[in-house]
Nanobody, 119 residues
Framework: QVQLVESGGGLVQAGGSLRLSCAVS????????MGWFRQAPGKEREFVSS????????YYADSVKGRFTISRDNTKNTMYLQMDSLKPEDTAVYYC????????????WGQGTQVTVSS
């Protein structure tokens, strides 16, 4: 089992920055992949970024590429999402997620943290 707890959300002006954290507890494996997703009001949840727990492989949605950076600190069992040049359309609840095996489905989810970007 894996438990995930997000933090770091808040209110920021357009052009500003925030860093989200996801504390990971439980058992992870070399095949574990971690991801960030977001859901805006009235919209479906969408992929933001993902990273391998054991290697450098990372992916980004086109909408955040060049502005967001995903990283992880295995010594602290924490994943991060550095968000720069924020736009009002980045406003959403951000969730971290984990999957222990290869495939599209994420098995574990955090409770979410609100990010609001004002114009």
């Amino acid at each position: 089992q894996v438990q995930l707890v997000e933090s770091g959300g808040g209110l920021v002006q357009a052009g500003g920055s925030l860093r989200l954290s996801c504390a990971v507890s439980g058992r992870t494996f070399s095949s574990t992949f971690m991801g960030w997703f977001r859901q805006a009001p009235g919209k479906e949840r969408e992929f933001v970024s993902s990273i391998s727990w054991s290697g450098p492989t990372a992916y980004y949605a086109d909408s955040v590429k060049g502005r967001f950076t995903i990283s992880r600190d295995n010594t602290k069992n924490t994943m991060y999402l550095q968000m720069d040049s924020l736009k009002p359309e980045d406003t959403a609840v951000y969730y971290c997620a984990a999957k222990l095996l290869p495939g599209p489905k994420y098995d574990y989810w955090g409770q979410g943290t609100q990010v609001t970007v004002s114009s």
